[in-house]
């Protein structure tokens, strides 16, 4: 498995870098959170090639509208759209038991914007813990890298809250309080196994 | 929830027509499949609606290459290519569980041909069983409308047969001994869940 990472520089030289850089991500919507997801990716592989777990992220849902086919080569695609998530982007299989979960992150300090989410999504992780799945969102603060684990019972709290008229986000001390802080590290990056470990076995 | 189903006159009719009129789906390979799919969707959002499951088909993966960000207007996905799935196709939670499958349809009326699966799916069902999920497939003749459930490790079998220069497909004798008959219905269409009470509860 050491092949793999034959001198670990990147993954430091990463880590290092990204505390002090400017905030990634700043104005287009669709590379926020990418960091974020190229590190839990990385963490999946880690899982995956240990046969620790099976989770991945789910791809990108498009709306295919056009589609030339030409002769001896792919199927090119020529108009599609991009599609709002109806479900989360990270699930799979943990010891038997289903996992599922969103990743976010936010260049706010103090809150994590409850605006991040869909409905749709919300739901989801509803349906999820009725069947008895183990749900729950991991949320980086990317002006100091921190990041937590936070289970979805918690959200659906603060998801009510804001329903009901309260705040539209959580704050971080709710957040330091009601979730659990994740070290991260370099292999895995996000080892946030050792979570569900706590909660569930 | 009967709303949803006013009369329930598409389902028979399509029911009806299926075996009788010609196989569907003949040349076009995207096209391979749409059928099971629309039936197993319809299932799987009985199943969601009733509580029951919280079972989704993931979105098909696309490598995309240019997208245009016209003012004031959605981004436009104007070039992509259709990547090969290195997972199943449907994953979800039951009842505490994580539930895996692949779904296909043959219009071969004696064997299925193992060439419907990547090499990678395989190992991702090997995987899901390291982890105690629960992994089959889903084979439907299209000439009968015959549904099976085959479990991953009876697939497996004949996979290594097919590795040590066996037969490259599963004779639909041996699908009937190793598989388990789904009796297709209305609500649900599919019932697959059935098979797994049987099996795992």
Redesign the interface.
């Known amino acids: 498995m050491t092949i793999k990472y034959p001198n670990g520089k990147k993954y430091v030289t990463d880590t290092k870098t990204r505390t002090t850089r400017q905030p990634p991500l700043q104005d287009s919507y ?1 590379n926020r959170g990418m960091t974020l997801e190229e590190d839990l990716n990385d963490t999946n592989t880690f899982y ?1 090639e240990r ?1 620790l ?2 989770i ?1 992220k ?5 709306q ?1 509208v056009q ?1 030339d086919y030409p002769r001896r080569s ?10 709002q998530a ?2 989360t982007d990270y ?10 979960f969103e990743a976010k992150e936010t260049k706010n300090a103090t809150a994590f914007p409850l605006k991040n989410f869909h409905r749709h999504q919300i739901t ?1 992780m509803k ?2 813990e ?4 183990i749900s729950f969102v991991i949320i980086r603060f990317t002006t100091t890298g921190e990041v937590f684990y936070l289970p979805a019972s918690r959200l659906f709290e603060y998801w009510d809250r804001m329903e009901n008229g309260g705040r539209k986000s959580i704050t971080k001390a709710e957040i330091e309080s009601s979730g659990f802080s994740i070290q991260t590290g370099l292999h895995p990056r996000i080892p946030y196994l050792s979570v569900i470990d706590q909660l569930y076995f």
Do not use: C, M, W
Request: no cysteine; hydrophobic share 35%; aromatic share 10%.
């Open positions: 669709s995956l046969g777990a099976v991945h789910k791809p990108t849902p498009v295919i589609v792919a199927a090119v695609i020529k108009e599609a759209y991009f599609k109806s479900t699930n799979g299989v943990y010891r038997g038991k289903y996992v599922d989801h349906n999820v009725k069947q008895k799945g």
